[in-house]
């Protein structure tokens, strides 16, 4: 069984930052990496998503505020977050494409942007 290792949430400011990062075990084969969310009281949505090749897709939401990277060495995936907003207070779940197409999820890590 897979298991993702994911830290870095916490609470902050409005208009701070926080750097989300989700390890894969390095015997596992990456074919995609990425970010989901879920606010109390709503669905689990996309944050960013990234492929070993480097190419990302974002939320409309995130644009221009989060980045997202991979370390391709260490199966790493990460999620800087800037100017954090109240409304981007969720759970955040990594999410691991293997190369076998299997899908795993992280146990997700409390993002909360508060004053």
């Known amino acids: 069984q897979v298991q993702l290792v994911e830290s870095g949430g916490g609470l902050v400011q409005p208009g701070g930052s926080l750097r989300l990062s989700c390890a894969a075990p390095?015997?596992?084969?990456?074919?995609?990496m990425g970010w989901y969310r879920q606010a109390p009281g709503k669905e689990r949505e996309l944050v960013a998503l990234?492929?070993?090749?480097?190419?990302?897709n974002y939320a409309d939401s995130v644009k221009g505020r989060f980045t997202i990277s991979i370390d391709n060495a260490k199966n790493t995936v990460y999620l800087q977050m800037n100017s954090l907003k109240s409304e981007d207070t969720a759970v955040y779940y990594c999410?691991?494409?293997?190369?076998?197409?299997?899908?795993?999820w992280g146990q997700g890590t409390p993002v909360t942007v508060s004053s």
């Open positions: 990234i492929s070993r090749s480097g190419s990302t």
């Open positions: 390095s015997s596992v084969g990456i074919n995609r």
């Open positions: 999410n691991v494409i293997t190369d076998r197409f299997l899908a795993v």
